[in-house]
């Protein structure tokens, strides 16, 4: 059966008489009442095959089919890489250096693509190369104008959703290799080991969460989980050891006039901020049980007053 590729090879010679620069897709959809998309597709897949050019004209991204022998004119030919139609002084197949580098990457099977990647690899590993490529990076980075470029083609490049995934997964991929993993935890631990970057480490952390979005998002949090019964005990249960702890640590000691104030001041501000928020203050001594209990004590106290004066009288 004739596909739509063939098809379009057949009626290839009658579009390139009409437009000698090649077929568009319009061309092609129109003249075989196929959708646009339909015959992009089929053109892609004959240039991928071999079996047709898909080429395009300096100044222009409009991509034109032609046959494989079209006479793009003296000395002119299509860059067997991007399809550019540029003038070849020589036998080249290639618009440029890159183009040429590409193509010639396209050509090779995949047994050599492994091999050379893995020697580039290799290569960037050894000691004098590695040294001599920081150099060449740090040297290129120093320049503002370079870095400004490198900057410049990060950005668009990240804001490509393909090479941003890419690119992602790449990070992903070393970052969570077993040896970046060692080499990452121990270089923390050894940062760790300095009492400044410690201290500063903690003061950070600390910050971080006492800002008013931490908070809100730490106390919805806590509402969530509140909700299970399994986690309200396991958190009562950490709660009441983290006391105990807290309480042994201290046992004996008193604190300074300071800590009291200190202790005081917040109380004394967050009962404010729950009146000023309309949250109703109940405290255990209020609670009907103990109000209850302290009745019954006090009318014993009393009873055992009056029985010790009737006796005494
Ligand atoms: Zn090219």
Known sequence: MKTLADEILDVLPALTAQRPEGATVEDVANLLYVPAANARAAMKRLRDDGRALLVRYPGSKRRYLTALNHDFGPKRRACAHCGLVFAAQSKRRCCSRPCSIRWGWTRLDPDQREARTANAREGCRRPENRARITAQNLARFSDPVERENIAAHNRKRWADPVARAKNSASIQRVHGSPEYRKLYSDQRKAMWEDPEYRERCIAAMAAAKRTPEARA?????????????????????????????????????????????????????????RRAAGIPITRAKDSPETIAKRAASIRETNARKRMAAELGA
């Open 217 to 273: 998002r730490f106390s919805a949090l806590l509402r969530e989980r509140w909700q299970d019964p399994a986690w309200r005990e396991k958190w009562a249960r950490a709660v009441k050891a983290n006391s105990e702890k807290g309480a042994s640590k201290l046992r004996g000691t008193k604190q300074t006039p300071e800590q009291v104030a200190k202790r005081v001041a917040a109380r004394k501000a967050s009962m404010e901020a």
